[in-house]
């Protein structure tokens, strides 16, 4: 008996009567959604609502058709995601806001309501008891920790820390609130940049362990009570707060496993990945570059950790397009030979050379998040 979790894949082929949306909710269905209760229950979507500049985020026509769906299905569905950790477009939820209507997603085009998970500053959010073995207690943004049910959206790119982004970095990274951000990237404590702070005393307000404090009008740490929560990076508007050491990419997507399995555990959840403009870096940039490989379609499992495998393996299957980071690459190589195709290899590690994707899904593998193995359905 095989018991490999099954990923199903649709491609984007269509026909009268059979549209992208509507391929959506039967490959969603042919893999099982229905099998959830969701009959009212609180519906968390997971998905990135699009940093301003960049057009590569998940089209709201899709999600207006799961929401459509789980409607049916009687879901009391929101769409969500975390601020994020660096001063942007998404760092608070008035501007988060602003990105989601202006993207698309609202309830006129995207048919449900958008919720900011960890609040206004990054500061709302639940730790969960994991006791893993890179974070005890990951800061997952209220809402989400709250949600009844997980469904995740992601969009299959590179990143140039994980190696690629996916149903885990979605989960894992997307869900964590801003101090949870600074956790999973950085080992140590933040650092105050003296140039950039003003002295507004927001960090020393909203510090939970009285590490910091504001003289002369620059603020201080005191490093003997600061505990790296990160609520001053997540608070300050100014970049005076900051992240000091960047954590490694094994050590990253380490992490990023762990605060996934905390987004899921003990509660039906459900991950859908587009494999569609597969741009080599994270969608957190104000742009994205051109796409590494054509379309192929749309994957669905209740296993994150094999829908990432099955991604993957899709696109190192894939042939390159031309003129994008890859193509840069061959160009610069000075060998004399272009590798025009770069079928069966990992684009993402020719892309990024110092990331190592494989680390995440294998520590979620470790840590009962899912399996490596699968079996792939073509719908």
Not at 137 to 162: C, L, V, W, Y
Not at 229 to 236: E, I, P, S, T
Request: proline share 3%; charged share 25%; aromatic share 6%.
């Amino acid at each position: 008996m095989d018991n490999r979790p099954t990923v199903y894949f649709t491609d984007l082929r269509t026909s009268p009567g059979n549209s992208l949306p509507q391929k959506l909710q039967k490959l969603v269905r042919r893999a099982g959604i229905g099998q959830i209760d969701f009959k009212d229950k609180f519906t968390a979507i997971k998905i990135h609502f699009g940093e301003p500049g960049n057009i590569a985020y998940i089209r709201h026509n899709y999600v207006a058709a799961l929401v459509d769906l789980l409607k049916e299905m009687g879901a009391k569905v929101f769409l969500t995601d975390s601020n994020t950790l660096y001063s942007g477009g998404r760092s608070n939820a008035v501007d988060h806001l602003k990105a989601a209507m202006e993207n698309g997603f609202n309830p006129i085009s995207a048919h449900a309501d958008v919720i900011i998970a960890d609040g206004l500053k990054g500061t709302d959010y639940k730790e969960i008891e994991l006791d893993g073995e890179y974070c005890k207690a990951p800061k997952i943004g209220a809402a989400i920790a709250d949600a009844d049910i997980i469904i995740s959206m992601n969009h299959f790119k590179g990143h140039e820390q994980t190696g690629f982004g996916g149903a885990l970095k979605n989960l894992g990274m997307g869900s964590a609130s801003v101090g949870g951000k600074l956790e999973l990237h950085s080992s140590s404590q933040p650092v105050i940049n003296e140039d950039n702070c003003i002295g507004c005393r927001i960090c020393e307000k909203y510090c939970r362990h009285d590490a910091i404090k504001v003289t002369g009008k620059k603020a201080s740490i005191d490093y003997s009570k600061c505990v790296g929560c990160g609520q001053c990076v997540a608070v300050c508007q100014h970049d005076g707060a900051a992240v000091k050491d960047w954590d490694s990419s094994e050590t990253l997507n380490y992490k990023i496993a762990e605060y996934a399995l905390a987004v899921v555990r003990n509660k039906p959840s459900f991950h859908i990945s587009f494999i569609m403009n597969v741009s080599p870096n994270c969608d957190c940039w104000n742009h994205n570059d051109a796409a590494i490989i054509p379309d192929l379609g749309i994957a669905a499992s209740f296993d994150p950790v094999a829908l990432d495998c099955a991604c993957a393996d899709m696109v190192k299957a894939a042939p390159i397009l031309q003129n994008n980071a890859i193509t840069d690459i061959d160009s610069r190589s000075g060998d004399g030979h272009q590798h025009m195709h770069h079928t069966g290899e990992d684009k993402f590690h020719i892309v990024h050379p110092d990331t190592r994707w494989e680390a995440g899904v294998e520590h979620g593998e470790k840590i009962g998040l899912g399996s490596r193995e699968y079996t792939l359905v073509r719908v």
